[in-house]
């Protein structure tokens, strides 16, 4: 699997935007998907997750009530839409997936157990 993120870009603080991850390969639908971001000088965070059938989803409190994971299995896809989003959201977010059955745990935040990563899109946003 193949992942392409896109759609970042400089906003200002309490815009949206929305995030896309798009996947090469037949086999998306067997993966969870995660996104993580990371801001300049800081560790890579986990922010959200969503099950490979699209009908679980997880997010970190920093995000949560703020951002949507959603995913278009026919179309190999995953988005990430953010809104009010804040100059703490500041990051390069990057989309991953992980085989959906290697663990029953949902959601699996640590980065080291996701088997494909995207290159990231970076996220700016201005007070």
């Known amino acids: 699997v193949q992942l392409q993120a896109s759609g970042g870009g400089l906003v200002q603080d309490g815009d949206s935007l929305r995030l896309s991850c798009a996947a090469s390969?037949?086999?998306?639908?067997?993966?969870?998907m995660g996104w993580f971001r990371q801001a300049p000088g800081k560790d890579c965070e986990f922010v959200g997750a969503?099950?490979?059938?699209?009908?679980?989803?997880y997010y970190e409190d920093s995000v949560k009530g703020r951002f949507t994971i959603s995913r278009d299995n026919a179309k190999n896809t995953v988005f990430l839409q953010m809104n009010s989003l804040k100059p703490e959201d500041t990051a390069v977010y990057y989309c991953?997936?992980?085989?959906?059955?290697?663990?029953?745990?949902?959601?699996?935040?640590?980065?080291?157990?996701?088997?494909?990563w995207g290159q990231g899109t970076l996220v700016t946003v201005s007070s």
């Open positions: 969503i099950r490979w059938s699209g009908l679980s989803t």
């Open positions: 991953a997936a992980i085989y959906s059955g290697r663990y029953s745990a949902f959601p699996i935040m640590l980065e080291n157990e996701y088997d494909y």
């Open positions: 390969g037949r086999t998306f639908s067997s993966y969870d």
